[in-house]
């Protein structure tokens, strides 16, 4: 029995999936994530990884979802630590592009790194 969409698109695929990233796009690993940060001069905390599910998981209803959504939800998960300031400390380059990149997912319109500026 399948339990979501991407099951009845690509069989088997979950199968294969970091239960830890239930909303993964296909192909992300975390292997891959940590071989990015590592170019990019960042080691991977455990908030980082929460950074990136909440990524994932703002991708599972929309297909390009905007900024503003994506932003909201990393202040909201992050709230306690002090919101989207926190999520600019774990992201310095821009937590939207560089977590985006890191997550496997294509940044919605406008997102830059804050080192391409």
């Known amino acids: 029995m399948y339990s979501t969409m991407n099951d009845v698109l690509h069989p088997g695929a979950s199968k294969h999936r970091d239960t830890g990233f239930p909303y993964a796009p296909e192909g992300w690993s975390k292997a891959e994530a ?14 980082h990884w929460e950074a990136i599910r909440v990524l994932h998981g703002c991708y599972t209803d929309e297909k390009f ?14 709230r306690d630590k002090g919101g989207i300031g926190y999520v600019y400390e774990l992201f310095p380059d821009g937590p939207i592009a560089q977590g985006c990149r890191l997550a496997g997912v294509r940044p919605p319109t406008g997102a830059i790194e804050d080192s391409a500026q």
């Open 65 to 78: 979802p905007r900024i503003r959504l994506i932003c909201g939800a990393l202040k909201a998960r992050f």
């Open 34 to 47: 940590e071989e990015i940060a590592g170019k990019l001069g960042l080691e991977l905390s455990e908030d």
